[in-house]
């Protein structure tokens, strides 16, 4: 690397040349080479070391060039100095000398000399004399001595030492005022002045500072209030936003230099921006008196800080011995409120107007408008004791949180879906009917509702929900309804009573099909379904659907859109009661659907919009129709959000947006286990999802066993396992250092994917070291457990969420020439490879989770084996629940296989953290803790074995 002056004076180029020692010393003339070389192709140069290829790296990082020559400057060119000189291969101008090195600190000193036209020059003086090297900070290089080093001190930056360096001459007719100026705002710079200039310093004065609270008309609608900040020097105030250890003042004896405590300066004024007070947009120009205000977009906060400013802070700080002036100008003022009036209205198309109004001084003022700001920008579970509403720029009531806090929670809910009107009312569509039930119950005397009869009756409508009228079975529905079902069929026709949606969230097996089928007959035969249904479901479920609808429906005639015939069939679609498509199909017949307005809407397995930004659930909102239905026996798996994508489709509007719904709901139960929150939201949703579980009507089911077997890693396998963890667990933590751990899902489930896939089996990961062993301690316990099962009489589901684990399942299988089934994404006939296992042909099914996972009827099969567990319990359990359902008469043991002390224990006692969300919402009485992937929880998926 070879060093020379650029055009630029003291400024530095870099040559890389390619050279070899001669045989009798010294190097040879060598050739130039590229930077691209070392940076990308070191590897094809056996003498270029990964050293060369860093700083090649660090080079390339530089800001300038001078053609194709790097020009070293700046901090980038200091950090590529030192490094360059740590090679032993860093040359001046030519390879001729000996290689530079690091030299000692030299002091760097400045004077000023003459010229022949009598002006004054600046110049530089470096002991022992170097040249001054413009890079950040400054170096010098010796020629002589072949070193590079810094300087004694360091006050001087890159940018000012090159205006030195390029500076002019001072004249001689304005040297007194330059050396005044310099001296006076410039003495932090170790430069004399041209001229000497009289200078008393004071050095051992202590600050105390000085407030002063005022208030002015920022704008013609805003009036501000702010605090000025200086500090008292002994006789001298000087300005609180100055930054500098030295303060200059003009005195007709000359200047006085102050010297400035600024740690103490700054502890004063921390004690301020502390609370949250910031300094002014105008507080631009050092050397002014430091101004302060709260410039929050919400008055409210600004007004509590400063409350809180007023009320306990400044009297610790007149204790304190500050100097605090008040100034006429300042006109914060607070107003205790104990009660308010409000009113509800009719108003047209199911809409109702809310007014909320309070007495300020005799005057009337709508409190709603006050109160928006509190639900905009305040978590309401950490609101302070007291709460300041703004009535004008400087009046605010106070109210207690206690008592506002349970009526603010309802109106965010409302607010989440309406806004206000020019007059301060708040409209209120029925679907929001529910939360005004609880708003009188929670007002804690601050108020009492008068109007609004008809709103309220539908309110306690809502409530009672439970008490719904028979519908009777409709005819010939050929299914003999079970009592819980006709309870569903009720509750179906509630809802298209009074033009609400909801989710029937039976478990699986208990039939949501026939009691959505029969909620149909009865449309039809009520002549209410003047226009088809359309039924979306995934493509497992659709044979099952057209089953079902023949057996029990026959007189719903239903079309099915699928295959590449469809097309011919869209004419057809006014023709039917029922539309049958899929999910996939979504995106590709997305025009025709659109075109059609349908009596039902109907998403089965509705996880479809449980992402409200896919491609799918943005469609399926478009669709017209007068009623919509989501069939899922997992409405929440993973978190509340899915709950609120749901019924963000069925009812838009019902549960706000998802900001306020994250706000209101999500954080506080997922995050906090706010019981009240989550007995809140569960009251809000019971009347529009209906859920039972087969212990609670399903009594008649024989027992669902579930063991766990464990089995330790073989030798080989922990040590593969051990080397993943190892690697994962670096990528994860720098992954997580580096975007912060909600950006880095991707990265952690490829690592958790990579362990759980070794726990299986090392052959399933398309890694050269893992394909080299062919143990799997859990493979061989399936293998052992497998014959025993099938000894007993056992017929047996192997779910795997890994195809090639159950390639390998396979293999084994055909080895001990065990017979059995296979259902995967790759499967053509679905319907032969189940009929196979049903009909007693083989006793063994092997299920993809992803393609057998729902929508198949097993009950032939007592034992399921889950060989790999799944973050979600709602997966494993539909996976069970293929065998556990109505229609079952044996007795079914669900075995989960995990090995000991790896990820997979974990993951277990994560899916119980997920199950606790889900019942907490199902039923309000379960227990609910803070449920959110933490560092805490990578730590533990990531322990060593």
């Known amino acids: ?34 930077l691209h070389n070392l940076r990308y192709s070191f590897s094809y140069y056996p003498y270029v070391t990964p050293e060369d290829s860093e700083l090649a790296k660090i080079i390339s990082a530089l800001d300038n060039s001078v053609g194709d020559e790097p020009l070293i400057t700046g901090s980038m060119g200091a950090i590529a100095l030192s490094k360059l000189l740590q090679t032993g291969r860093l040359f001046w101008q030519d390879l001729e000398g000996s290689a530079l090195r690091s030299g000692t600190a030299r002091d760097l000193r400045f004077n000023w000399q003459i010229t022949t036209q009598g002006d004054y020059q600046l110049h530089t003086a470096i002991e022992p004399a170097a040249l001054p090297i413009l890079v950040d900070p400054p170096h010098y290089l010796d020629p002589e001595e072949s070193t590079v080093g810094g300087f004694t001190a360091a006050s001087l930056t890159h940018p000012q030492l090159r205006n030195i360096l390029a500076a002019p001459p001072v004249p001689e007719k304005v040297a007194d005022e330059f050396s005044y100026r310099l001296t006076a705002e410039h003495p932090e710079l170790p430069l004399p002045p041209p001229k000497k200039v009289a200078l008393t310093e004071l050095l051992d004065l ?18 501000t209030h702010f605090m000025a900040v200086n500090f008292k020097y002994g006789d001298f105030l000087l300005p609180g936003n100055e930054d500098k250890n030295y303060s200059i003042i003009k005195t007709t004896q000359g200047l006085i230099r102050i010297k400035r405590e600024l740690a103490a300066e700054k502890s004063a004024i921390s004690r301020l921006t502390e609370l949250g007070f910031t300094p002014t947009p105008t507080t631009e120009a050092k050397g002014k008196e430091l101004i302060l205000g709260s410039f929050e977009k919400s008055s409210v906060e600004s007004a509590s800080r400063w409350g809180y400013f007023l009320d306990a802070v400044l009297p610790e700080l007149e204790k304190d011995d500050w100097l605090i002036e008040i100034h006429d100008s300042f006109l914060l003022n607070f107003q205790s409120v104990d009660n308010w009036d409000a009113e509800i209205s009719d108003s047209q198309n199911d809409w109702f107007e809310m007014r909320f109004n309070i007495e300020v001084e005799g005057q009337s003022i709508p409190l709603l408008p006050l109160i928006m700001p509190v639900l905009e920008n305040y978590d309401l579970h950490n609101l302070p004791e007291l709460l300041n509403i703004p009535v004008s720029d400087y009046r605010y009531l106070t109210i207690s949180s206690e008592k506002i806090r349970p009526f603010l929670a ?5 607010f989440g879906s309406s806004t206000l009107d020019k007059n301060g009312s708040l409209k209120i569509s029925r679907f929001n009917a529910a939360s005004l039930a609880d708003m009188e119950t929670h007002s804690y005397g601050l108020f009492s509702i008068k109007g609004g009869d008809e709103l309220r009756r539908l309110a306690q409508k809502l409530t009672d929900f439970k008490g719904i009228a028979d519908v009777p079975v409709p005819d010939n529905l050929h299914a003999t309804l079970r009592e819980y079902q006709k309870l569903g069929l009720n509750w179906l026709q509630f809802l298209r009573e009074y033009s609400f949606a909801g989710i029937l969230a039976d478990d699986m097996g208990l039939g949501k099909t026939v009691q959505t089928l029969a909620h149909l007959l009865v449309e039809k035969q009520s002549g209410r379904m003047q226009a088809p249904s359309l039924i979306i479901a995934p493509t497992s479920l659709l044979s099952n659907w057209r089953r079902e609808a023949e057996r ?30 899929t999910y996939p199909l979504l995106p590709r017949d997305e025009e025709t659907l659109l075109e059609h307005q349908y009596h039902y809407l109907i998403l089965d397995e509705a ?12 469609i399926v909102r478009q669709i017209k129709s007068s009623h919509r239905l989501c069939l899922t ?8 959000g899915e709950l609120w994508a749901q019924f963000d489709f069925l009812m838009p509007g019902f549960l706000g947006n998802s900001a306020a719904f994250k706000k209101l709901y999500r954080t506080p139960i997922e995050t906090f286990g706010n019981a009240e929150q989550k007995s809140r939201l569960s009251s809000r949703v019971a009347p529009f999802m209906l859920r039972r579980t087969k212990q609670e009507v399903a009594s008649e089911l024989p027992a669902k066993t579930e063991i766990i077997r464990s089995v330790p890693l073989y030798e080989k396998q922990a040590a593969l396992y051990e080397s993943i963890r190892l690697t994962m667990e670096k990528k994860v933590r720098d992954a997580i250092a580096q975007r912060g751990l909600s950006r880095s899902h991707i990265t952690i489930l490829d690592a958790l994917l990579k362990l759980r896939q070794t726990c299986c089996d090392p052959r399933t990961l398309l890694i050269q070291e893992a394909q ?8 061989d316990l399936l293998m052992e457990l497998v014959p025993e099962l099938l000894e007993e009489g056992r017929k047996i589901l192997i779910f795997s969420q890994f195809t090639r684990m159950i390639a390998l399942i396979e293999d084994e299988l055909n080895k001990r020439t065990i017979g059995y089934s296979k259902l995967t994404g790759q499967t053509k006939d679905r319907d032969a490879a189940i009929e196979m296992f049903k009909s007693g042909e083989v006793d063994v099914f092997l299920i993809s989770l992803k393609a057998g996972g729902i929508g198949l009827n097993l009950t032939e099969a007592d034992t399921v084996i889950i060989y790999d567990p799944w973050w979600n319990p709602a997966v494993e359990s539909q996976a069970a629940d293929r065998a556990h359902r109505i229609g079952q008469d044996k007795p079914v043991f669900v075995y989960k296989l995990i090995t000991e002390n790896t990820v997979e224990e974990k993951m277990i006692a994560m899916q119980e953290r997920k199950r606790a969300l889900a019942d907490s919402i199902y039923n309000d009485g379960a227990k609910n803790e803070a449920l959110q992937l933490t560092a805490e929880d990578l730590t533990a998926l990531f322990e060593p074995l």
Do not use: C, W
């Open 1 to 34: 690397y070879i060093l020379k002056p650029a055009r630029a004076i003291n400024e530095l180029t870099i040559d890389l040349i390619v050279t070899k020692e001669k045989k009798y010393g010294g190097l040879s003339k060598g050739r130039k080479t590229s």
């Open 206 to 223: 202590k600050p105390i500072p000085q407030l002063l609270l005022y208030g002015e008309q920022a704008n013609p609608r805003q009036y």
């Open 410 to 414: 309802i109106l965010l809910e409302l």
């Open 552 to 581: 029990f429906t026959p007189d719903l005639n239903m079309l099915i859109l699928q295959g590449t015939e469809r097309k011919q069939l869209f004419y057809k679609i006014r023709d039917y009661d029922l539309i049958m498509t």
């Open 607 to 618: 996880q479809i919009v449980k992402n409200p930004l896919s491609k799918g659930a943005q």
């Open 633 to 640: 026996g997992t409405p929440m798996e993973n978190h509340l």
């Open 772 to 779: 080299k062993i062919n143990q799997s301690a859990k493979l």
